[in-house]
């Protein structure tokens, strides 16, 4: 007949292989939990320390928002070979004026990543991040715009706009909880 054991955590008797030893108390020692409690736990604890790191995470870029943004600019400029001139202020003006330079659009500051999220653009791709060639726009404009002219985008905006929103997508209800008003 195989040893069993109740378990601490879930209650059920289980056989002895289905719970750690202990080694250090003994060699025939043997832990109060079974292994699938023990699995369960370490998991949740792994859960819950990503969640800690990614608010933390969070917490530290909207204090660093500016330097952060510079230092990507800077080593996009430093791999493409165009020169970044803006400083940490001027990025940090832009971000305290609250709106996309380009649209008008409220950033979402309280997110690490958003369609909203401000974003370094360059408004001619080939000149690098001066001051004159530099705008502070939502991340959506600047993954549209991409390597090409602001032509592109507004084209497409207002073939967009033409064509009228769909009632069922824009509602108020909908910009309201992107802002979380
Ligand atoms: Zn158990």
């Known amino acids: 007949m195989t040893d069993t054991k109740i378990c601490s ?5 289980k056989p002895i292989s289905e719970f750690g030893r ?37 917490a530290a ?3 660093r928002r500016a330097s952060g943004l510079l230092r990507c600019a800077r080593h996009r400029a430093k791999k493409s070979g165009i020169s970044c001139t ?11 004026a609250g709106v996309c330079e380009k649209t008008g659009i409220r950033f979402v500051l309280d997110k690490l990543r958003h369609q909203f999220s401000p ?6 791709p080939k000149i690098g ?9 939502i991340f959506m404009f600047n993954r549209a715009k ?13 073939s967009l706009s033409c064509r009228g929103p769909s009632p069922e997508v824009v509602g108020d209800s909908k910009w309201a909880a992107v802002y979380g008003l």
């Open 61 to 63: 870029w909207q204090t």
């Open 129 to 137: 991040y001066t001051p004159e060639n530099t705008r502070m726009v």
């Open 22 to 58: 202990r080694p250090d108390r003994g060699l025939r020692s043997v832990r109060s939990h079974c292994y699938v409690c023990s699995r369960a736990q370490s998991r949740a604890a792994y859960r819950k320390d990503i969640a800690v790191s990614r608010a933390r995470n969070a």
């Open 146 to 158: 991409s390597n090409f002219t602001d032509d592109y985008v507004e084209y497409m905006a207002d």
């Open 86 to 96: 803006i400083t940490e202020l001027w990025v940090q003006q832009r971000l305290d």
């Open 119 to 124: 974003s370094l653009d360059k408004i001619n």
């Open 9 to 13: 955590w879930c209650l059920e008797e």
